[in-house]
């Protein structure tokens, strides 16, 4: 096995088209990220969700942007760390691990090389680790654990392709959305639809929690009785 391990330095990988999307994010992207992840969720039809496995690391964390997508076997990381220097201001990188495995993807120093190049957060179905420093960056970041051990650097996995994370399929150009309760994908092609009806959504809301305070019977607010 160790013989078929290259030691040298990873060659990027090849990117496809597809991350051309990723930077073309539409106007609409921080208006999405002003509803919480919850109201988009509902607001698609009760789809979009990732399962609870993908969690945050940061409380109060919240993410916005267009999907950048990362593809790399369980404990490699080369793909990640080009990723970070590749990918456009403003995006998120969704990392697929292909299994939670049990090397982290992503530390402390990948995150200090985020922030510098204004990346938007990390999503990622693998483990974490330096999450103190991750804290002390106040960056976000959404993955399944922590753990102490590390990666090997030798495949260079694979980039700007439809990933899947915590039960939902991601394709470049998708908007990422995460606040405390986990992460909803809004498809790009459904982007002004779900804006329209999460204002909608939005509305009902606040308009269900203002009967709560006057006094209403929650039974009656969400038409449990009449």
Not at 19 to 46: C, H, Q
Not at 82 to 100: K, N
Not at 167 to 186: H, L, M
Request: glycine fraction near 12%.
């Amino acid at each position: 096995l160790r013989s078929t391990l290259a030691f040298g330095p990873c060659p990027s990988p090849e990117i496809s088209v597809t991350d051309s999307r990723a930077v073309r994010a539409p106007s609409s992207v921080p208006d999405l990220g002003s509803f919480p992840a919850a109201t988009l969720y509902e607001a698609l039809g009760k789809c979009g969700g990732m399962s609870a496995e993908i969690r945050p690391m940061l409380a109060r964390a919240r993410v916005c942007g267009p999907a950048y997508t990362v593809r790399i076997l369980g404990c490699e990381s080369a793909a990640v760390l080009w990723a970070v220097e590749q990918a456009p201001a403003g995006s998120v990188i969704v990392i697929d691990t292909g299994t939670r495995g049990a090397s982290p993807v992503w530390g402390g120093t990948s995150t200090l090389a985020a922030t510098v190049r204004g990346i938007a957060g990390v999503v990622t179905n693998g483990l974490i680790r330096d999450l103190d420093e991750i804290e002390d960056l106040r960056f976000p970041v959404y993955a399944s654990g922590t753990s102490v051990h590390g990666t090997l650097k030798n495949h260079p996995g694979w980039t700007g392709e439809p990933v899947c994370v915590g039960g939902v399929v991601v394709t470049p150009g998708d908007i990422v959305v995460g606040d405390s309760d986990g992460v909803v994908v809004v498809p790009a092609a459904r982007i002004g639809e779900a804006l329209d009806k999460a204002q909608r959504q939005r509305a009902k809301e606040v308009e269900r929690d203002a009967r709560i305070r006057a006094g209403e019977p929650i039974s009656v607010v969400l038409g449990l009785r009449g």
